[in-house]
């Protein structure tokens, strides 16, 4: 098996075909405990679970930075970076450890470089060296993470497709977070309104109110509809409407599902007030949109059956 150096910034990641292989991944509680410096030839995340610790990182210079974790935040180290962990007198910490490298790929999930290739953030992530990196976690890497360990437990080291594509929605994620962290210390208000819009996609189907949503965002509510329709040219209930009419067309689709139960599929208590709601959107009432998509699936059908 040709392996490369364990680091993450390899121009070969992106121009050649190279998919993970692990190290080691392992859970850890640590009380009261200070490792040595030590390093490694993989790079490393360690994910605390529960508790709190402190990772002195050493730079090629020899300077030294301290990082304190909590619960729900992660570190990762690159390939060969001098470090060590600390856990304080009277202090825990439980962790989630993955350390690995990379070797010629294999199997049908993508590429390093071709994924890459195809999302924009991660080949920016992977052009930005970095020796270490800190990221809080809205506990999405976490699933994610617990996935992949339970998934190497069963099958080993060299896993299996579902191996790889853990490992790569692993890395977009750890992308992701780390463009919103960037994002946050430039322009805190277009995090805020992004974290608004993924509220309102997970909440649609019930009420919601503005004050919820600037609640779950940690914002006052009249900041974050200025800052809202400043981003969108939309106020917070016109984008929730528009999104809620969106979502009943592709259930008035579904021809198992009545039309007078989408309302409360989409969050909308009076039934009335959705049928108003629908036709302003969509120019036509539900039951008008269902009869069309019935008569236009029909025609195709027909047109297909003519031309046998």
Same mark, same amino acid.
């Given at each position: ?19 993970? !292989?692990?190290f080691a991944y392992y859970y850890k509680q640590w009380d009261q405990y200070t490792m040595p410096f030590h390093q490694h030839n993989s790079t490393e995340?360690?994910? *605390?679970?529960?508790?709190? +610790?402190?990772? &002195?990182? #050493?730079?090629?210079?020899? !300077? ?13 180290? &690159? ?10 007198? @009277?202090?825990? +910490? ?7 490298? /990379?070797? $010629? ?7 390093? @470089?071709?994924?890459?290739? $195809?999302?924009?953030?991660?080949? &920016?992530?992977?052009?930005?060296? /970095? ?39 692993? %890395? ?9 962290? %960037? ?9 805020? *309104? ?10 649609? &189907? ?10 779950? *965002? ?6 974050? !509809? ?26 008035? @689709? ?16 009076? #039934? ?11 120019? *036509?009432?539900?039951? $008008? ?20």
């Amino acid at each position: 098996m040709n392996e490369l150096s364990g680091s993450l910034f390899q121009h070969s990641l992106l121009e050649k075909e190279y998919s993970p !292989h692990f190290f080691a991944y392992y859970y850890k509680q640590w009380d009261q405990y200070t490792m040595p410096f030590h390093q490694h030839n993989s790079t490393e995340i360690m994910y *605390v679970i529960s508790g709190s +610790c402190a990772v &002195d990182v #050493r730079n090629a210079a020899g !300077h030294e930075e301290r990082f304190r974790l909590k619960r729900s935040e992660l570190i990762m180290l &690159d390939a060969n970076v001098p470090h060590r962990l600390i856990v304080e007198p @009277g202090s825990t +910490c439980r962790m989630l450890n993955v350390e690995f490298g /990379f070797a $010629e790929h294999k199997g049908v999930a993508p590429s390093l @470089g071709r994924l890459a290739r $195809e999302e924009g953030e991660l080949a &920016d992530f992977l052009q930005k060296p /970095f020796i270490s990196l800190v990221l809080s976690d809205p506990e999405e890497v976490f699933h994610v993470l617990k996935a992949l360990v339970l998934e190497l437990d069963q099958y080993g080291k060299e896993g299996g497709s579902l191996v790889q594509l853990l490992f790569a929605e692993l %890395l977009l994620r750890l992308s992701r977070l780390h463009r919103e962290r %960037l994002i946050a210390s430039q322009q805190p208000s277009q995090l805020y *309104v992004r974290r608004a819009i993924e509220f309102l996609h997970q909440n649609y &189907d019930r009420s919601i109110q503005v004050k919820e949503v600037a609640a779950a *965002v940690n914002v006052h509510p009249g900041y974050l !509809h200025r800052i809202f329709k400043a981003q969108t040219g939309k106020t917070l209930t016109d984008y929730l409407n528009l999104l809620r009419m969106e979502k009943a067309k592709m259930l008035l @689709g579904q021809n198992e599902i009545p039309v007078a139960e989408i309302a409360d599929y989409v969050g909308i208590s009076s #039934r009335q007030y959705f049928h108003l709601l629908f036709k302003k959107y969509a120019g *036509v009432t539900p039951v $008008e949109y269902r009869n069309s998509i019935e008569r236009y699936s029909w025609s195709e059908i027909s047109s297909f059956t003519d031309e046998k």
